[in-house]
């Protein structure tokens, strides 16, 4: 049942493969667990032991709830076919989580990140190779920052889904759903580039369609793109993902004034409230607004409050 449960998850919900490998795997765990291959043979408080098993083996809240959110959707698979299959997480509630901000980079850390590969590709004066590694950092950490892509989303990306006339492309995001990004003037200059000095050293390269590629011409991997962004984390001087800068995107987008609905757009939510939890903002930002709006902020008062 669980093979046709992740077949049902690539072909049906056009789930990513990490999303299909994660429940694949929290599936069979709780399986083990319950002692059983056979899902009618679950009950409410197996699976409730199931749960504080996680606990004591020191998951967090978050960890808890993904875990579980793979088996519900495992059982509502399994009614959807069956309805007689009794559903022994339902009204199961999830562990309360505390609100955790997004990690973000202020505006000159995210600067600093993104220049980082560029300023040693102007001075370097080693091999080509050495060249069209560093070319290609640089227009990953713009592309990155410009569109606020999912890592996935950007391994993806085809060289046929970039239009770098009108500095757009074509994404594919959760559930196979396209949508369309666009690209600030210093990333499609980075991009063009990147791919200038691509075709030069590997003519070879105009038949693979991945726009980022390895050292070695394939196609870069998603965990590729994470240790390429995680070697210029010493520009930061905080925690550095692919993800990092999607958060980013969003924060600066709304602190810029961006209505929330156009950033749900851009960043491919199904819910506006994903993209509500980039509405926290900085103390400036807060202080600004503040000036600007309150009647008597910008008032001084004669006297003093006693």
Do not use: W
């Amino acid at each position: 049942m669980v093979d046709t449960f992740v077949a049902y998850l690539r072909a049906v919900r056009h789930s990513s493969p990490a999303t299909v490998g994660a429940y694949r795997r929290e599936v069979e765990r709780f399986l083990r667990s319950a002692g059983t291959d056979d899902p009618r043979a679950v009950d409410v408080a197996t699976v409730r032991r199931y749960v504080a098993s996680l606990v004591r083996d020191g998951l967090g809240p978050r960890s808890v709830n993904r875990a579980m959110s793979a088996v519900r959707a495992f059982y509502r698979f399994l009614r959807r076919y069956d309805a007689d299959m009794p559903d022994p997480t339902a009204g199961l509630r999830g562990l309360r989580a505390d609100s955790r901000l997004p990690i973000f980079l202020f505006e000159d850390e995210a600067a600093a990140v993104v220049e980082a590969p560029a300023d040693g590709l102007q001075a370097t004066d080693g091999p080509p190779a050495d060249d069209l590694a560093t070319a290609c950092d640089a227009a990953l950490l713009e592309f990155l920052y410009a569109t606020g892509c999912r890592v996935a989303e950007v391994a993806a990306l085809r060289l046929d889904d970039v239009v770098l006339e009108t500095r757009t492309a074509r994404v594919t995001g959760k559930g196979g759903k396209q949508r369309m990004v666009y690209l600030n003037e210093s990333a499609a200059r980075s991009l063009q580039a990147y791919l200038r000095r691509r075709f030069a050293a590997l003519p070879d390269s105009r038949s693979e369609p991945a726009v980022f590629l390895n050292r070695r011409g394939r196609a870069l991997s998603d965990r590729g793109m994470r240790r390429v962004v995680a070697r210029y984390r010493p520009y930061a001087g905080k925690p550095v993902s692919p993800h990092t800068f999607r958060h980013s995107f969003a924060t600066h987008l709304l602190n810029g004034g961006a209505d929330i609905r156009t950033v749900q757009e851009l960043l491919g939510h199904a819910s506006l409230s994903t993209t509500q939890v980039y509405t926290h903002t900085s103390v400036e930002r807060l202080r600004d607004v503040y000036a600007v709006a309150h009647p008597h902020a910008g008032r001084g008062r004669t006297g003093a409050a006693t």
